[in-house]
Nanobody, 124 residues
Framework: QVRLVESGGGLVQGGGSLRLSCAASGRTFSTATMAWFRQAPGKERDFVAGIGRSGGSTHYADSVKGRFTISRDNAQSTVYLQMNTLKPEDTATYYC?????????????????WGQGTQVTVSS
């Protein structure tokens, strides 16, 4: 059974930074494509960033390009999301997701495993 546990969320002022972590267990982490999604109240769950199995391939939503960076440490079975220059519109619950496939998908339905989410709130 794959388990994903996010951490690092919190309240931050606009322009600030946060680093989210997602620790994985239960299956060989290096064979999983990982992604971060976010969901604001009353809205759909949206793709934020994804990373290939070796870390050599990354993909970002247009809204976060140049501000967010996804990375992974396969030795630690952890994926990170460094978020800089945060804006109030980044406020959401952030979810870590995994799929055991070579393709970084941007649609939530393609991911088999999810964490419980961590709240990020950006004040203006």
């Amino acid at each position: 059974q794959v388990r994903l546990v996010e951490s690092g969320g919190g309240l931050v002022q606009g322009g600030g930074s946060l680093r989210l972590s997602c620790a994985a267990s239960g299956r060989t982490f290096s064979t999983a494509t990982m992604a971060w999604f976010r969901q604001a109240p009353g809205k759909e769950r949206d793709f934020v960033a994804g990373i290939g199995r070796s870390g050599g391939s990354t993909h970002y939503a247009d809204s976060v390009k140049g501000r967010f960076t996804i990375s992974r440490d396969n030795a630690q079975s952890t994926v990170y999301l460094q978020m800089n220059t945060l804006k109030p519109e980044d406020t959401a619950t952030y979810y870590c997701a995994a799929r055991y496939n070579v393709v970084v998908a941007t649609t939530p339905a393609w991911y088999d495993h999810w964490g419980q989410g961590t709240q990020v709130t950006v004040s203006s």
